[in-house]
């Protein structure tokens, strides 16, 4: 039982439930907001983080399982800061995302 919550200064802390304690934290550089953050529907210990930074808008995939410290890749598309994402609940490859530069991008990964 898990928990994932975002920051305003670029901390993501994932929380143990069970234990009541922090689990690990993943921090987006130079401190840049943290606009949304998703949990794969299939993979547990998948976490997308989506930059709200209107000069770096990015996104970021984490697995947990190898690294807290580097993601696994990060996507880019939008011009400006991030608004949302969402993985599809049917297929764990496709991945929405919508920015302030009133796009929305299907990704595929």
Same mark, same amino acid.
């Given at each position: 039982?898990? *928990?994932?919550?975002?920051?305003?200064?670029? &901390? =993501?802390? =994932?929380?143990?439930?069970?234990?009541?304690?922090?689990? +690990?934290?993943?921090?987006?550089? @130079?401190?840049?907001? =943290?606009?949304?953050?998703?949990? @794969?529907?299939?993979?547990?210990?998948?976490?997308? &983080?989506?930059?709200?930074?209107? /000069?770096?808008? =990015?996104?970021?995939?984490?697995?947990?399982?190898?690294? &807290?410290?580097?993601? *696994?890749?990060?996507?880019?598309?939008?011009?400006?800061?991030? *608004?949302?994402?969402?993985? +599809?609940?049917?297929?764990?490859?496709? *991945?929405?995302? +919508?920015?302030?530069? @009133? /796009? &929305?991008?299907?990704?595929?990964?």
């Amino acid at each position: 039982h898990i *928990l994932a919550s975002a920051a305003a200064d670029g &901390t =993501v802390a =994932v929380w143990d439930l069970k234990g009541r304690k922090a689990w +690990c934290e993943l921090r987006a550089e @130079n401190g840049l907001a =943290v606009a949304d953050l998703a949990w @794969n529907p299939t993979q547990g210990l998948h976490l997308l &983080t989506a930059s709200a930074d209107d /000069r770096n808008p =990015v996104i970021k995939l984490w697995d947990l399982r190898s690294s &807290t410290s580097m993601p *696994l890749t990060t996507l880019t598309g939008h011009h400006q800061g991030l *608004l949302s994402i969402a993985w +599809c609940p049917h297929d764990d490859h496709l *991945l929405l995302s +919508c920015a302030k530069d @009133n /796009r &929305t991008i299907l990704w595929d990964l």
